[in-house]
């Protein structure tokens, strides 16, 4: 049985600190979340850590690096506080070493998405992630922070995954390609059909109206623990704006999310 689904906005970082880093690809890269080939990538696997300042208090559940070149031995630790002090020692919240990919995989392109839930949610408004166990250079594209959103119910079962080609190819009278090179993106379609008005307020609607088209949400669509959640982790926009209509119960709204990924 899959797991719900889970949904957010990731936090903007103003800024990153870091031990390592090469000067064409600097850790702030990974906060340039609409900039797919922006990445933080090291000079070898020394003192490889990260760390920033929120600018105020934030709720944390989640925390992922997205699409790194991690190895069967990289670790990831999360620590969340209140001071830099704190998370460049001992932490309120403190991970502790944990392995990079999990469940154990091996992907054909060779990038990988941490997945880390918290038991609950943290308060902190400084964070520091640091990668042990790595050979070589280490790199990620993006650091993602949040407080998960979750339906209450399922999603419909006419949900769709696809991919969206963003070149073209058209075919001449003797068969010759005339072929224009475009990225192919990967899509995810799906509706909840009964959130309830308490929860679409608190929660979908807030999100719906900042984001819009333009700005990039995450989205876990399976977080069980299996080797298939890699493949169904996205990160990416909105192909269109998402809006509640009423359902036939009374408080209750039906939303369709159809959301074009950028991993």
């Known amino acids: 049985m899959p797991a719900l689904p889970f949904m957010f906005q990731p936090y903007p970082l103003t800024a990153i600190a870091t031990g390592n880093e090469r000067a064409e690809k600097p850790a ?4 340039q979340f609409k900039h797919i ?8 696997n020394g003192n490889i850590w990260i760390r920033g300042d929120f600018g105020q208090d934030r709720v944390v559940d989640f925390v992922s690096l997205l699409q790194a070149n991690a190895q069967p031995g990289t670790t990831i630790r999360i620590r969340l506080g209140a001071s830099q002090a704190q998370v460049d020692g001992s932490a309120p919240y403190d991970s502790g070493a944990l392995p990079f990919i999990s469940p154990a995989i091996t992907r054909e392109d060779g990038l990988y998405h941490s997945h880390h839930e918290l038991p609950g949610s943290v308060t902190a408004r400084w964070w520091r992630i640091d990668i042990g166990g ?8 993006k650091a993602v922070f949040g407080k998960k959103i979750t339906p209450a119910r399922y999603y419909d079962r006419n949900f769709e995954f696809g991919v969206q080609d963003l070149g073209s190819v058209d075919f001449g009278r003797w068969g010759v390609p005339e072929e224009e090179e475009g990225l192919i993106f990967r899509t995810v379609t799906f509706k909840l059909s009964w959130i309830p008005g308490a929860e679409y307020e608190a929660n979908w609607r807030p999100m719906i109206e900042k984001v819009g088209r333009r700005q990039p949400v995450f989205l876990c669509f399976d977080p069980q623990a299996t080797t298939a959640r890699q493949a169904k982790t996205y990160f990416g926009v909105f192909r269109d704006p998402p809006f509640a209509t009423a359902s036939v119960k009374p408080g209750t709204f039906a939303q369709e999310f159809a959301l074009l990924s950028f991993i």
């Open 28 to 31: 702030i890269h990974l906060a």
């Open 134 to 141: 790595h050979n070589g250079d280490f790199e990620a594209a």
């Open 37 to 44: 080939g922006m990445t933080w990538r090291s000079n070898g």
